[in-house]
C-alpha cells in the first residue's frame, strides 16, 4: 500500500473498490472512491502493489469476491426455508441482486437482509411465459417476509420477565366489557399461502414442497426466548388486530360481523394461555 494517503483514506477507497457490483475495476473509478483518491484510471498499482504472481487488480479482486461470498453466507443463514424452497443457484441469485441493489449500512449484519422481501416484490416478474401472471413468487415474497420477521421477532424484545395477563383475570371480566392490550412483541400476517405450515415442516427437519396457495393468518410472538407461531382463523385475526388496549369486545360485533362476545372471550383467554395477551381491564359496555 502506498505511505502518501492517510491510512483512513485509503482504506475508504479499498472499501468503494471492493464492494462495487461490477468488480475492482469499475469500483476504483467509481466517484466514492475517486472522492477518496484520484486515481487514473488502470493505476491501481499506486495504491496496490503486485505480487510475483498477481496483477494489482487480481489482489484486490480476492478480496471483492470474499466480501460478497461472506455476505451471502449470512442471506442463506437467515433464509434457510426460502434457499430450500428455490434451491442454491436461484438464491444466490436473487441475494447477490439485493446485495447490490442495498449495499450494507448498518454496523451489524443483523440488518442486512431488511429489505430482501421488498426487493423480491419489487423485482417480481409480472408474467410467466404463458403471459399470464404467475402466483408460485407471491409464495416465495411471503415466505422471505415471515423469515426476517422470525429473525426480528427473536433479536427484539419478548414477555421474558414481564408480568403478563393470565386466563383467571380474563374470565374474572364480564365479556362484553373485557379489554385486552396485546403483548408489544406480537406480529400479525395475512398471506395468499400457507407459508408458516411450510416454514415450520422445514424446521421439523422435513422437506416440504411449494404448496397452493390458500389463505392463511398467522401470530408471531416470542417467550421464554423462543419464537412462536399460531395460526388463526380470518375472525380470530380480526379481533387480534382490535385488541388494541382501547375497545372492549362489546365493539366487536360491528367489525366482525356474526361473533358473540363469548366466543371472543374464550378466545382472549385461549390467548392469555398462549402468552399473547399483556393485561385486560373492565371497560364499559358498548352499545351494539
Not at 134 to 141: A, G, H, S, V
Not at 257 to 284: C, F, K, Y
Request: charged fraction near 15%; aromatic fraction near 10%; hydrophobic fraction near 40%.
Amino acid at each position: 500500500m502506498s505511505g502518501r494517503a492517510p491510512l483512513s483514506v485509503t482504506q475508504q477507497w479499498m472499501y468503494a473498490a471492493i464492494t462495487h457490483p461490477f468488480g475492482v475495476g469499475a469500483g476504483a473509478e467509481s466517484p466514492q472512491a475517486r472522492d477518496c483518491l484520484q486515481i487514473a484510471p488502470g493505476q491501481i498499482g499506486e495504491i496496490v502493489t503486485p505480487s510475483s504472481t498477481l496483477t494489482s487488480e487480481q489482489r484486490l479482486s480476492i478480496y471483492h469476491r470474499s466480501y460478497y461470498a461472506r455476505l451471502l453466507e449470512c442471506m442463506e443463514s437467515m433464509f434457510p426455508a426460502l434457499l430450500h424452497a428455490i434451491g442454491g443457484d436461484l438464491f444466490r441469485r436473487f441475494a447477490l441482486g439485493y446485495l447490490q441493489a442495498n449495499p450494507p449500512e448498518s454496523y451489524t449484519l443483523n440488518r442486512l437482509a431488511d429489505h430482501f422481501p421488498r426487493y423480491l416484490a419489487s423485482t417480481r416478474p409480472e408474467a410467466g411465459p404463458s403471459g399470464e401472471r404467475e402466483t408460485w413468487p407471491d409464495f416465495l415474497i411471503e415466505l422471505a417476509a415471515l423469515e426476517l420477521a422470525s429473525l426480528h421477532t427473536f433479536d427484539g424484545p419478548g414477555v421474558e420477565g414481564q408480568r403478563i395477563a393470565g386466563v383467571s383475570q380474563v374470565l374474572a371480566i364480564p365479556s362484553g366489557r373485557l379489554v385486552a392490550t396485546l403483548v408489544a412483541c406480537l406480529r400479525l400476517f395475512a398471506f395468499q399461502y400457507p407459508v408458516h405450515a411450510y416454514l415450520i415442516s422445514f424446521r421439523l427437519g422435513q422437506a416440504p414442497e411449494l404448496p397452493d396457495a390458500k389463505p392463511s393468518f398467522v401470530a408471531m410472538t416470542r417467550s421464554d426466548y423462543r419464537v412462536r407461531m399460531l395460526e388463526l382463523s380470518l375472525s380470530q385475526y380480526e379481533v387480534l388486530q382490535n385488541l388494541d388496549g382501547c375497545k372492549s369486545l362489546s365493539s366487536l360485533p360491528k367489525i366482525v360481523p356474526g361473533l358473540s362476545q363469548s366466543v371472543a372471550a374464550g378466545w382472549v383467554a385461549e390467548w392469555a394461555l398462549q402468552g399473547l395477551i399483556l393485561n385486560v381491564t373492565e371497560g364499559p359496555l358498548e352499545e351494539t
